[in-house]
């Protein structure tokens, strides 16, 4: 799932190292919104995110 930088600035705070954004560039949005920095979104081995995450992810 990607997700904006600002998403990614918010889970950089309080997430508690349960998930990590890696950057991948700028990315074109959807219906011509334009360019923004996006953020793959994933868990980190040491995360105890429920399964509720994983079917928001699909």
Known sequence: MYVTETFAAVLAIGSNNEFACDYMGQTETAKNY??????????????????AVLDFER
């Open 34 to 51: 334009g360019l923004m920095r996006m953020f793959l979104l994933r868990r980190t081995e040491n995360s105890s995110a429920t399964t």
